[in-house]
């Protein structure tokens, strides 16, 4: 019979079998490889999470030590190689593994090496470069994308609805799989060796990071960069986000938003130029009302009725400076006579007879120095009228006419000066020194020229 004493507590047999865990030398270092499950991340402390494969799962924990060690931040499903040891957690009772270092498999070794490439291309700065504008009104676009796919038919259905005037290209690829990546570096090249597209869109539809692996191909994303056409990349969807997507001009969440990008409402800008038309109208009829009322109030400015009305403000001003000078002129005269007057009284209280004298006599110095001057003066004066006055009869008409000379008249006092003038039978009047001469033409004769 089993007695009371024989029963185990629980902590008891939670303690045995925590010692069968950590005394067994193969759970000491157990390799194991699985899906992470029932990942969050907890910055700066230690990480809790499941390890599960097909059929099974396993509780695991990564203290903080060994996580910071971690090049990479673990997923929710990424796969991963893991190293640690096997040992029970007593308050719960769950064996568990304490996982030592942790490596990204399968899907997570994709993703590790997109990390690698991204961080790669944005040291390099692809990421930052500046990008291309996209034609507002593209006349050719280009579409890189596999022919069979809703890619296509999506972006064809979007543009003719939006705007139908644009030619759309397919240029067919391989969008997934072994040689993706070279077909669509080759066909990036075709299309920038036309030189005639507006546009380039490349993509395809979503699907699993090995689906979308060929756009997060270097070559592919150096090809994006290369391309002197702007590209829309429009990979996978909205929450996917390839390397393409990056190093693109303009990224696109669905091929709809793509050609929604790519072109334009047609009706919109027909709206928007018929807008624009009645708003230049509008504005031109503005400037030629306004033209008018200007030119009205320029014809019927004063200036141009009465152009005198411009001075009557200088003549005013030049009558008002007029008397200012006068006045001003006034008024010095005055306070010099006050200061003659002054110096007077002053000269007649001293009685400097000496000096009056000594004055007397250099005032009758002076007038006799000026009457010399002036005497000089008057004689070189009449000499100059002299010989002004000779000089003015040298060329008198009337001294000419004493020479012998004469100039004849018509009837009408005309002067005639060339033989032109003369007609025959015609009265004339010579004009000599003393006096007048009647005669009458005979006849004319014309000099040699």
Known sequence: MVKPTDYLTVTALTQYLKAKFERDPYLDRVYLTGEISNFRLRPNAHQYFSLKDNKAKISAIMFKSAFEKVKFTPEEGMKVLIVGRISLYEASGNYQIYVERMEPDGLGALYQAYEQLKAKL??????DAPKQPLVRFPKRIA?????????????????????????????????????????????????NEHGDFDTIIIGRGGGSIEDLWP???ERVARAIVASQIPVISSVGHETDTTIADLVADVRAATPTAAAELATPVLTDEILKLQQQRLRLYQAFSKTVVLNKKQLDHLQNSYVLKQP???YDGYLQNVDQLQRRLLTAQQQLLKDRRQQVQLLQQRLTAQSPLMAVRQAQKDVTEQQRRLNQAMNRLMADRRQKAAQAIAALDLVSPLKILGR??????DDQQQVLKKVADFKAQQPIELHVQ???????????????E
């Not at 012998?404 to 008249?409: C, D, E, L, N, S």
Request: no cysteine; net charge negative; hydrophobic share 45%.
């Open 404 to 409: 012998g000379f004469a100039y004849v008249t």
């Open 215 to 217: 756009f997060n191909e």
């Open 434 to 448: 003393d006096g007048l001469v009647t005669a009458e033409v005979v006849a004319t004769h014309k000099g040699e």
């Open 308 to 310: 005198k009305r411009l």
């Open 122 to 127: 944005a040291t390099e700065g692809l990421f």
């Open 143 to 191: 579409v890189i994308t596999s022919p069979s796919g809703a890619v296509i038919r999506d972006i064809i259905t979007t543009t003719q609805r939006r705007y139908p005037i644009a030619q759309l290209v397919l240029f067919p690829a391989v969008v997934q799989g072994d040689g993706a990546a070279d077909v669509l570096v080759e066909r990036l090249k075709q299309v």
